[in-house]
């Protein structure tokens, strides 16, 4: 069993290369910590036209479009509390500083309700809850489909064969060995993340019945959802600039 190593090895490369064509979830999203959560955002606004003009991970991506320069920042996905007005100012500041013509946050667990003033106010600072940031996911994935053949080596002699990916079937190495499929494409897209090689531990939350002010703030956020679910479908999606 010598090519145990070279069969993890290429497996692992694999799986990567495959879960590429996975659209994330946004709860898998909430699993990464911040750098891989914010390559995710990068690889998409690529793949939605825009150039990174920074490290893929960095804590400021900026980017262009068509010539225009963008800043994007991403609030930390294990931290529930919703991004208020001191983040957006300081997204501001780095819009300045970086002389780019504006900026995007993203925040998987959404704003606070002091922000809807300053994002009427503000519309070169896009705010982009969970929700916009997973139909702008689905929006650059689209077209993309999974490739239909991987590579898996035969753990008895070292060759390499291909699997088709959507048949788990077995397949003869050239030394006859039958070498069983080393990927099951369903857990590749149920996977929480592959990047994500440590996944934050989230306290379970406590049951407990909702305080009136919880109920006051929950229909508050969706009343505030249903606004800015209408203004998107009157303004341009998110990352979309420049066209
Ligand atoms: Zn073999």
Not at 85 to 100: D, G, I, T, Y
Not at 218 to 233: D, E, F, G, S, Y
């Amino acid at each position: 069993m010598q090519f145990t190593a070279a069969f993890h090895e290429m497996r692992s490369k694999e799986i990567a290369r495959l879960t590429a064509y996975v659209t994330p979830s946004l709860e898998g999203l909430m699993t990464l910590t911040p750098a891989p959560l914010r390559t995710q955002i990068a690889l998409m606004m690529e793949r939605l036209g825009h150039t990174p003009h920074s490290d893929l991970g960095a804590s400021e991506l900026v980017t262009t479009k068509d010539g225009r320069k963008f800043v994007t920042q991403c609030a930390a996905p294990a931290n529930p509390a919703p991004i208020g007005l001191r983040e957006l100012r300081r997204l501001h500041e780095a819009v300045m500083r970086h002389n780019a013509e504006g900026g995007f946050f993203i925040s998987l667990h959404g704003f606070t309700r002091d922000t809807e003033e300053f994002e009427r106010r503000m519309p070169s600072i896009r705010l982009v809850d969970g929700e916009q940031l997973m139909d702008s996911m689905r929006r650059s994935m689209k077209g993309m489909t999974m490739p239909p053949t991987y590579k898996t080596v035969c753990q008895q002699c070292g060759v390499i064969v291909e699997h088709r990916t959507h048949k788990g079937e077995a397949v003869p190495c050239r030394s006859g060995h039958m070498v069983g499929p080393s990927i099951d494409p369903t857990t590749l897209i149920r996977r929480k993340f592959p990047l994500s090689s440590q996944p934050v531990q989230t306290a379970k939350p406590e049951i407990r019945p909702l305080t009136r002010r919880e109920i006051r703030a929950h229909n508050h956020n969706v009343r505030a959802r249903m606004i800015r679910q209408a203004r998107r479908h009157a303004a341009q999606a998110p990352f979309d600039q420049g066209n």
